[in-house]
């Protein structure tokens, strides 16, 4: 694979010309069909095989007439002062509903005199407003709209506040620039060149552009959640301005010690390039692992990203080459331009160096520290509680969660995730009858506020019947009517000849969590699996996979302590990090799989270092040390711009966004520093060469991808170049050979 990947580097960069004009065009040809094919984001949650989901067809097929994928707005008025039925209150509202059905892309609004949402105590009054697209495809311009009707209405005796799901607060990525900023500044201090910091921003966000511009093109021919080209913009950033700094970093080494620039960039893709490729391998194959989970939004968010992490593993190996032959030895710092085989660093040990020695010297007191340390961050992941933050976890000054509370006051928590049961009569005798029978079920079931009576489609044979549950969306108690409902009241309506499909918020967080258990362990070992065997035949070694899938269980653990302890218990409120009092329900697979692609990312970075310099002479220890000084500085900053990129998002006001960002910064801030760059080191001195021991039958079995470089002599031959002497490790000073 080195070889391969020596010849693509010395390609690109004699070719550079052709090559830069070949991603100017992709780029180009993509924008063309953003511009001209991209269609609105259009967000759905499948779940095949629940009820949830059951509920769902039967509505589409039964009530076909329903504007079921219509975005809605709920304008909640609150009487100071009196009711909302006083004749001024009441004019009040007729205005605002007359002004409303005449808004943008608003298709029906019913107000509260008409549907009778009027709380008992006649203090609240609720409007449903209606539009004729979804959510996610209304115009800004129409929600700002209804939110100025809004404002303008309130008045000293009634309060006027929105909600509802047209009113979900967007992702907004133009925060993001910050931590793209950072990256830019640690990309000039790790490699001392503008012109090298510059190389890798331009490599990184070519990237994330040509997946970007592909996601949109994609979405003429499918539909795209909102989420998905946010998070492949995340991950396709992060990665690729990181593959960028591993290869350049390693280029201007290379430089020092040849000075044929076309020599020194074939090296650089075929050593560090062969980390970039295997490390995306892993990441890629941790993302397209979410398909197995079986639901569409997660599949299609995996796949988006796998693609633009995939875009960034060809840009580094690519189009870097061909920029850095445009650059010339303007990428090397002053200092590093006088001739010297090493790092570049003029004398005494490096912080690196040291940390390496430390680590190495006293193995068993730096497993302890860094374990209790993990152990610590992990201890709130016992309180980990799944769901879905609603607009009850927005910040109190916003409309949308004074709506929230406003409803909650006047006709009770459970109004603001109501339960819909849907009613197949198609085997009863008398239809109405027997609707009306288990409307009455449903009523008189502990845990339930109120049932709406059913509502018939045209033919007769299916109804709907309006739960309100007496607990908020997520608690504990409407958790227990679900089942309830799915249990006890299906069975007695069966003896009525009717069938009962629950769905609504509570629900379908229930079956996404069953689902999630169910598809766990197949994604785990379908993930682990193939990455512990693309591990070993890089490394050539059993342990290394082994300790590489441990640190990643390390990881995984103090990352869902950080989430609770960030949104359940609110510790990060003083950062503007509000509390969401729940994780996202479908986070954690997703955690978990790019996680594990990203901690397999560092460590290959890092390990790779440490092999080719054993690989090359140097005993065990000895190239722990070496390969650590070399590599520390660079995972370590490629640490930092990674945590920068993810804290960016985590400065948005979308709650689901926003836990990624926390979650990905913490996990990669745990892995690198503590994980890779503290565990690692300690446990690969404790085992000494057998770190790289593997089975002879393996050995034969395994395909040998020389990520180290062997086979370099003979791939500078067959390019035309003279073979190099052997290979000579320089011991780093205080390592033991």
Same mark, same amino acid.
């Given at each position: 694979?080195? @070889? ?92 605002? /509903? ?122 003429? !021919? ?17 990665? &690729? ?28 893709? @075929?050593? @560090? ?6 490390? &995306? ?133 459970? !109004? ?226 990674? /945590?920068? /990129? ?26 690198? !520093? ?64």
């Amino acid at each position: 694979m080195s @070889a391969l990947l020596y010849r693509i580097g010395r390609f690109s960069y004699r070719a550079r010309r052709l090559v830069v004009l070949f991603w100017v065009l992709l780029l180009t040809a993509l924008g063309v069909g953003a511009a001209t094919l991209a269609e609105p984001s259009a967000t759905s949650l499948s779940l095949p095989g629940t009820e949830s989901q059951e509920a769902f067809d039967l509505l589409e097929e039964r009530f076909s007439e329903l504007p079921l994928d219509g975005g809605t707005a709920l304008i909640v008025f609150s009487a100071v002062d009196g009711a909302v039925t006083d004749p001024e209150p009441r004019r009040q509202i007729t205005e605002v /509903v007359q002004e409303a059905a005449g808004a943008a892309e608003v298709a029906a609004v019913k107000g509260p005199f008409e549907s009778g949402l009027i709380s008992e105590d006649q203090r609240v009054a609720v409007a449903e407003v209606t539009y004729a697209v979804s959510f996610e495809t209304v115009r800004e311009s129409s929600r700002q709209e209804l939110m100025d009707l809004v404002e303008r209405s309130g008045s000293a005796d009634m309060r006027v506040a929105v909600g509802g799901d047209v009113m979900e607060l967007m992702p907004d990525v133009s925060k993001e620039l910050i931590g793209l900023l950072i990256a830019a500044v640690v990309l000039v201090v790790t490699l001392g060149s503008l012109v090298a910091a510059g190389m890798s921003l331009i490599a990184g966000v070519t990237g994330v552009a040509v997946g970007l511009l592909g996601i949109l093109t994609a979405t003429a !021919f499918m539909d795209l959640g909102v989420t998905t080209p946010i998070l492949a913009l995340m991950l396709g950033l992060a990665v &690729g301005i990181d593959y960028a700094l591993f290869i350049v970093s390693r280029y201007t080494h290379e430089l020092t010690r040849d000075p044929d620039p076309e020599e020194a960039i074939g090296r650089a893709v @075929a050593t @560090a390039g062969s980390a970039v490729l295997f490390a &995306g391998s892993t990441v890629v194959i941790a993302l397209t692992g979410l398909a197995v989970v079986g639901i569409g939004l997660l599949t299609e968010m995996g796949i988006a990203a796998a693609v633009t992490v995939a875009i960034a593993v060809l840009v580094a190996v690519t189009l870097l080459p061909a920029l850095l032959g445009f650059a010339g030895i303007r990428v090397l710092r002053r200092s590093a331009r006088r001739q010297r085989a090493g790092d570049g660093e003029t004398g005494g040990r490096t912080f690196a160096q040291r940390w390496a020695a430390l680590t190495t010297g006293r193995p068993v007191a730096t497993l302890i520290v860094a374990l209790i340390g993990i152990g610590v961050l992990a201890l709130p992941a016992l309180d980990l509680r799944l769901g879905v933050p609603d607009q009850g976890t927005y910040p109190e000054h916003t409309t949308q969660r004074q709506a929230y509370d406003a409803i909650a006051a006047g006709f009770g928590p459970g !109004f603001n995730g109501p339960l819909l049961v849907v009613v197949d009569l198609t085997d009863t005798r008398d239809h109405r009858d027997a609707a009306q029978r288990v409307h009455t079920e449903l009523a008189g079931t502990d845990g339930v506020a109120t049932a709406a009576p059913p509502e018939f489609n045209p033919a007769g044979d299916t109804a709907i019947i309006a739960v309100i549950p007496r607990g908020g969306p997520d608690s504990e108690e409407t958790e227990q009517l679900v089942q309830t409902l799915r249990g006890e009241i299906a069975g007695t309506a069966d003896g009525f000849g009717a069938r009962i499909a629950v769905t609504g918020t509570a629900a379908i967080i229930i079956d996404f969590s069953d689902r999630m258990a169910q598809a766990l362990w197949t994604y785990l070992l379908v993930v682990i699996g193939l990455s512990f065997v693309l591990l070993m035949a890089v490394f050539r070694s059993v342990v290394v996979p082994l300790k590489a899938t441990l640190g990643f269980l390390l990881s995984l653990g103090a990352t869902f302590g950080v989430m609770v302890a960030t949104f359940q218990w609110g510790w990060l409120e003083w950062l503007g990090i509000h509390t969401t009092d729940v994780v996202v329900s479908m986070l954690p697979i997703f955690i978990i799989g790019v996680v594990f692609g990203l901690a397999m990312d560092y460590e290959v970075f890092l390990v790779t270092r440490m092999r080719e310099e054993y690989v090359h002479g140097a005993k065990a220890t000895a190239a722990i040390r070496a390969g650590f000084g070399h590599g520390a500085r660079v995972v370590a900053a490629a640490a930092i711009i990674m /945590v920068s /990129v993810f804290a960016g998002f985590s400065t948005g006001d979308a709650s689901d966004i926003v836990q990624i960002g926390v979650a990905l910064a913490a996990a990669v801030a745990v892995d690198a !520093f503590v994980v890779r760059m503290t565990i690692v080191p300690a446990v690969l001195a404790l085992v000494g060469d057998k770190a790289w021991w593997l089975p002879k039958w393996l050995d034969r079995i395994l395909p040998d991808l020389d990520v180290e470089g062997r086979n370099l002599p003979a791939a500078r031959r067959d390019t035309g170049g003279e073979p190099e002497p052997a290979a000579v490790v320089e011991p780093v000073e205080g390592s033991a050979r």
